[in-house]
Nanobody, 124 residues
């Protein structure tokens, strides 16, 4: 089992950047597939990015491809989401999620472990 805590959210102007972090507890973090999802008010949870255990394989939603980068540091038990060229439509609560066997998937139902979320607000 793993516990996840996100940080790094905030208010930024359109075109700006933020880096989200997700710190994980437990000694088996390096075995987990990790994902980032987001949810805006009144909208369904949306996949953002995923990364495999080694960090060599990643998967992005089309809406963030080329602007966001997911990475991980297994020595620090942390996964990151670097967000550049932010747009007002990126405004949402961002969640990290973990799974031992999800694979690189955009299906939130395959991630059993979730953080509490961090708010990202992009002003126009």
């Amino acid at each position: 089992q793993v516990q996840l805590v996100e940080s790094g959210g905030g208010l930024v102007q359109a075109g700006g950047s933020l880096r989200l972090s997700c710190a994980a507890s437990g000694r088996t973090f390096s075995s987990y597939y990790m994902g980032w999802f987001r949810q805006a008010p009144g909208k369904e949870r949306e996949f953002v990015a995923a990364i495999n255990w080694s960090g060599y394989n990643t998967y992005y939603a089309d809406s963030v491809k080329g602007r966001f980068t997911i990475s991980r540091d297994n020595a620090k038990n942390t996964v990151y989401l670097q967000m550049n060229s932010l747009k007002p439509e990126d405004t949402a609560v961002y969640y990290c999620a973990g799974s031992l066997n999800a694979g690189l998937t955009n299906d939130y139902k395959k991630y059993p472990y979730w953080g509490q979320g961090t708010q990202v607000t992009v002003s126009s």
